[in-house]
């Protein structure tokens, strides 16, 4: 059977497809935001974006969005840099 996890992540990524894209961005974000996950991020391959969301009482909140051609300094990462195009490389 299933076990629930006791222990709150503080951070969650979820790579969004066709097919999991409503759940990500609808259920999932409100079942993480209940269980305050502390951030969320959202990786979509189709538009080479990642989202990055930091929980508050009233919901999420969008920290900021980051494209193929920019460098995210993402919470709860501090300071450490992703080349967001590095994560979309086809090698």
Known sequence: GKKAIRDVPNWVCEVLSPS???RDLGKKLGIYHAGK????????PDHRTVSVYRWTREGYLVVTVASEGD????????EAEIAVADL???E
């Open 71 to 78: 460098v995210l300094r993402g919470e709860p990462f501090g």
């Open 37 to 44: 996950v502390g951030h969320y991020w959202i990786v979509d």
């Open 88 to 90: 979309f490389s086809e």
């Open 20 to 22: 999991t894209a409503g």
